[in-house]
Antibody
Framework: EVQLVESGGGLVQPGRSLRLSCAASGFTFDDYAMHWVRQAPGKGLEWVSGISWNSGSIGYADSVKGRFTISRDNAKNSLYLQMNSLRAEDTALYYC??????????????WGQGTMVTVSS | DIQMTQSPSSLSASVGDRVTITCRASQGISNYLAWYQQKPGKVPKLLIYAASTLQSGVPSRFSGSGSGTDFTLTISSLQPEDVATYYCQKYNSAPLFGGGTKVEIK
């Protein structure tokens, strides 16, 4: 079964850091680009960051550029998001998503269940 | 920066109605356009990619059209299980989602 399972969310104070993980199974992880998408409570979908299969292409939304770092470990079938200098507006459900193809070429065909990040003092 | 504008933001229609949602890109994106369905409390689901290609397993009452800057998602006969919010997304270069269209049953 094709599956993405996120972990690492939680309650964190403004200015602190958090690292999200996404474990992939059921497909050849290193064949595909991967992404993080977030959804604030009651709001729409916001693309956060994406990475190509070999980490050669990486992109960030302007809202997180310079604070968040995406990475992947193909040997461990895992995707990561290091989030630094967190703000209240980063509060959201964070989804891991698989791209149907290489970076910038495909839609997001598989999504995880999400991990909630709450930034509050 | 490219903007993705969806309309309407919400709609209410009767079972069996034909429903149309539009998505406009501020610059041409060829056919790098996808549509997603998100039911309340659920994970987004890919419906259509490449503007008009139906994802495997998606009912044929869903269809997509358009190229360049103007795109359309059509539900040919609205069903109760189609109650959801629908998002368009450009996926070339920096991905970007539209604001969403909430579909309800009248």
């Amino acid at each position: 079964e094709v599956q993405l399972v996120e972990s690492g969310g939680g309650l964190v104070q403004p200015g602190r850091s958090l690292r999200l993980s996404c474990a992939a199974s059921g497909f050849t992880f290193d064949d595909y680009a991967m992404h993080w998408v977030r959804q604030a409570p009651g709001k729409g979908l916001e693309w956060v960051s994406g990475i190509s299969w070999n980490s050669g292409s990486i992109g960030y939304a302007d809202s997180v550029k310079g604070r968040f770092t995406i990475s992947r470990d193909n040997a461990k079938n895992s995707l990561y998001l290091q989030m630094n200098s967190l703000r209240a507006e980063d509060t959201a459900l964070y989804y891991c998503a698989k791209e149907y193809g290489d970076y910038g070429m495909g839609a997001f065909d598989i999504w995880g269940q999400g991990t909630m990040v709450t930034v509050s003092s | 920066d490219i903007q993705m504008t969806q309309s309407p933001s919400s709609l209410s229609a009767s079972v069996g109605d034909r429903v149309t949602i539009t998505c406009r890109a501020s610059q041409g994106i060829s056919n790098y356009l996808a549509w997603y369905q998100q039911k309340p409390g659920k994970v987004p689901k890919l419906l259509i990619y490449a503007a008009s290609t139906l994802q495997s397993g998606v009912p044929s009452r869903f269809s997509g059209s358009g190229s360049g800057t103007d795109f359309t998602l059509t539900i040919s006969s609205l069903q109760p299980e189609d109650v959801a919010t629908y998002y368009c997304q450009k996926y070339n270069s920096a991905p970007l989602f539209g604001g969403g269209t909430k579909v309800e049953i009248k």
